[in-house]
């Protein structure tokens, strides 16, 4: 048996030990982490870095991680978290009561309805089959088609759609320019664009025909759905542009054309509690898209959703701000959270935040679920990066004006789960310059441990 003293020693020899080998490797984690901070190129930039081994709940190393930084698109993950957590199996597409004449809808902010991404439409089948006169009430939508924040400008750009309580097709236009060979005087063979619509539109459609550009192009008035179409040498060319949503008025008009009927407002027709529902996609089946993808428009409509489901009705700042007094009341540094995509530059987390949501996610999900909707090295938005680690790292970007993110989880050569958040803001250089920078960093630490 060992004296007490000889236990004592044991124990101080082993304490030690461990607390140099922690020292050692956040010094050793700190010169790779110089190769992104020092360098010349980042020398206006912010910079905050976090890693963390959950299996012993300790951190590997931290570097301005309780310091806030503009998130970009890793603001998904916290609503991919959310989503996970309270929209169950499956979407819920519509919510519907009925009597001997009529149905009543009520919207539920599916971003899946009619989306060409989804094949499978089972609200489009119920509303086709129906003989009974239909009505929706969409009292329940308590929000604003942008997001705080947004810049107005970008309003043109599919990863700009407006949010509304009955989305289709994305809540875009697809607008597309093709070429035919032609003799338009008779004599003389050449190539004449022509450009249309999916789905056929009967809004207000311009040609400019004095622009010199070559490229093809459409713009839309800011706050009408007027479009000018720029014809360009293309030979085949598409531009999905957002339409003006007029709360549901626009999905309603696309909507007829699909059905075959008209669908009528009447937000003062008393609704039955007791609201069948018709579910459209599997949950995952989005996230997973909306992950890979980095899509702004899912994942603002999925705030919405899991708004509805909670509050009842959809609005933005009345469910980030219940979220964040309870599934997140114990973040380390409490942060302003305004969309569910991380278009808007409102938004504020640090590096320890998204290792918490990221450790809570493991905890109450599994990994297994979170590699079938985080994308891999080679795939997704990590399709030109970490292409040797595929399988190794499942993470999300972000990328704003001089914002660059990356979070997610990493398993080391030594099969060591890490959980790692690096933020950069407010650097002047090309991004691809950073992310390569953050993946020969990732790199070093998942091959030496």
Same mark, same amino acid.
């Given at each position: 048996?060992?004296?007490?003293?000889?236990?004592?020693?044991?124990?101080?020899?082993?304490?030690? /030990?461990?607390?140099?080998?922690?020292?050692?490797?956040?010094?050793?984690?700190?010169?790779?982490?110089?190769?992104?901070?020092?360098?010349?190129?980042?020398?206006?930039?912010?910079?905050?870095?976090?890693?963390?081994?959950?299996?012993?709940?300790?951190?590997? #190393?931290?570097?301005?991680?309780?310091?806030? /930084?503009?998130?970009?698109?890793?603001?998904?993950?916290?609503?991919?978290?959310?989503?996970?957590?309270?929209?169950?199996?499956?979407?819920?597409?519509?919510?519907?009561?009925?009597?001997?004449?009529?149905?009543?809808?009520?919207?539920?902010?599916?971003?899946?309805?009619?989306?060409?991404?989804?094949?499978?439409?089972?609200?489009?089948?119920?509303?086709?089959?129906?003989?009974?006169?239909?009505?929706?009430?969409?009292?329940?939508?308590?929000?604003?088609?942008?997001?705080?924040?947004?810049?107005?400008?970008?309003?043109?750009?599919?990863?700009?759609?407006?949010?509304?309580?009955?989305?289709? #097709?994305?809540?875009?236009?697809?607008?597309?320019?093709?070429?035919?060979?032609?003799?338009?005087?008779?004599?003389?063979?050449?190539?004449?664009?022509?450009?249309?619509?999916?789905?056929?539109?009967?809004?207000?459609?311009?040609?400019?025909?004095?622009?010199?550009?070559?490229?093809?192009?459409?713009?839309?008035?800011?706050?009408?759905?007027?479009?000018?179409?720029?014809?360009?040498?293309?030979?085949?060319?598409?531009?999905?542009?957002?339409?003006?949503?007029?709360?549901?008025?626009?999905?309603?008009?696309?909507?007829?054309?699909?059905?075959?009927?008209?669908?009528?407002?009447?937000?003062?027709?008393?609704?039955?509690?007791?609201?069948?529902?018709?579910?459209?996609?599997?949950?995952?089946?989005?996230?997973?898209?909306?992950?890979?993808?980095?899509?702004?428009?899912?994942?603002?409509?999925?705030?919405?959703?899991?708004?509805?489901?909670?509050?009842?009705?959809?609005?933005?700042?009345?469910?980030?701000?219940?979220?964040?007094?309870?599934?997140?009341?114990?973040?380390?540094?409490?942060?302003?959270?305004?969309?569910?995509?991380?278009?808007?530059?409102?938004?504020?987390?640090?590096?320890?935040? /998204?290792?918490?949501?990221?450790?809570?996610?493991?905890?109450?999900?599994?990994?297994?679920?979170?590699?079938?909707?985080?994308?891999?090295?080679?795939?997704?938005?990590?399709?030109?990066? #970490?292409?040797?680690?595929?399988?190794?790292?499942?993470?999300?970007?972000?990328?704003?004006?001089?914002?660059?993110?990356?979070?997610?989880?990493?398993?080391?050569?030594?099969?060591?789960?890490?959980?790692?958040?690096?933020?950069?803001?407010?650097?002047?250089?090309?991004?691809?310059?950073?992310?390569? /920078?953050?993946?020969?960093?990732?790199?070093?630490?998942?091959?030496?441990?």
């Amino acid at each position: 048996m060992f004296s007490a003293k000889v236990r004592s020693l044991c124990i101080l020899l082993l304490t030690s /030990f461990i607390i140099f080998s922690s020292c050692s490797i956040q010094r050793k984690i700190a010169r790779y982490a110089n190769i992104l901070i020092k360098d010349s190129s980042m020398a206006t930039a912010h910079v905050g870095i976090s890693i963390f081994e959950p299996a012993t709940n300790k951190y590997w #190393y931290n570097y301005q991680a309780d310091k806030y /930084f503009v998130p970009a698109s890793n603001t998904k993950i916290p609503t991919c978290y959310a989503a996970m957590k309270y929209l169950g199996d499956s979407l819920a597409g519509i919510r519907y009561s009925e009597n001997d004449t009529a149905i009543f809808l009520v919207p539920a902010g599916d971003p899946t309805l009619l989306h060409p991404g989804f094949k499978n439409q089972p609200v489009i089948d119920f509303l086709k089959r129906t003989k009974k006169k239909i009505f929706i009430n969409d009292s329940n939508w308590k929000d604003l088609p942008l997001g705080s924040g947004w810049d107005w400008d970008d309003y043109n750009g599919s990863y700009s759609a407006e949010r509304s309580a009955l989305p289709v #097709y994305g809540n875009v236009i697809k607008w597309i320019q093709t070429q035919t060979l032609e003799k338009p005087d008779g004599i003389n063979e050449q190539w004449v664009p022509s450009a249309f619509s999916e789905p056929e539109v009967n809004w207000e459609v311009n040609f400019d025909t004095d622009s010199k550009d070559s490229a093809f192009f459409v713009k839309r008035k800011r706050d009408v759905n007027s479009y000018t179409i720029y014809q360009g040498n293309e030979n085949y060319i598409e531009q999905n542009v957002p339409f003006v949503t007029y709360g549901i008025q626009s999905a309603l008009e696309l909507l007829k054309d699909t059905i075959g009927k008209e669908i009528l407002i009447n937000n003062n027709l008393p609704l039955n509690n007791h609201l069948h529902t018709i579910y459209s996609q599997p949950l995952d089946t989005l996230l997973k898209s909306l992950m890979y993808h980095s899509d702004n428009f899912f994942a603002e409509q999925t705030i919405l959703m899991i708004s509805n489901k909670l509050l009842g009705v959809m609005n933005d700042e009345m469910v980030l701000g219940t979220l964040l007094k309870t599934d997140f009341k114990e973040l380390p540094q409490k942060p302003r959270w305004v969309d569910g995509s991380g278009l808007s530059h409102y938004n504020l987390f640090s590096p320890k935040d /998204f290792i918490f949501i990221l450790n809570k996610m493991k905890t109450e999900f599994g990994m297994k679920r979170i590699q079938a909707i985080f994308p891999t090295g080679g795939a997704g938005t990590l399709q030109n990066y #970490y292409r040797k680690d595929s399988g190794s790292i499942y993470a999300k970007t972000g990328t704003l004006t001089g914002v660059i993110t990356i979070s997610g989880y990493l398993y080391t050569k030594q099969n060591k789960l890490l959980i790692f958040s690096v933020l950069v803001n407010n650097h002047r250089t090309a991004a691809t310059v950073i992310r390569n /920078f953050t993946q020969q960093f990732l790199e070093t630490i998942r091959n030496r441990y």
